[in-house]
């Protein structure tokens, strides 16, 4: 969980909730919309990222912004990612909560 900023924020709550999407590389990014950051699924296909790659690999410079609802503006909206949750990833993959 080294890369991963301690600022208050639950970020494996947030991976958790049905809001964050089911399928795909946990990221932080911000909404275009109304500016907040929240934790989303982004498929690699989605970020400009080859389907097979290694998500610990993944640049969060290299990656566009995809598309997923905002809960906020109430609609689907643009994202862009501002840090790929790797820490969140391991935990999962080793079966953790
Ligand atoms: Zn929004």
Redesign the pocket.
């Known amino acids: 969980m080294s890369t991963d900023v301690d600022d208050g924020r639950d970020r494996a709550a947030e991976l958790a909730s049905p809001e964050a999407g089911q399928f795909g590389v946990p990221v932080d990014a911000i ?1 275009v ?2 500016g ?1 950051i929240r934790v989303k699924r982004a498929d690699p296909d989605e970020i400009g990222q080859a389907s097979d790659v290694d998500p610990t690999d993944l640049k969060v410079s290299a990656c566009t912004s995809f598309k997923h609802v ?1 809960h ?2 109430g609609s689907a ?1 643009w994202w862009n990612p501002v840090a790929i949750l790797t820490g969140l990833l391991e935990r999962e993959q080793e079966g953790g909560e």
Do not use: V, W
């Open positions: 909404c919309g109304c907040r905002c906020r503006c909206t």
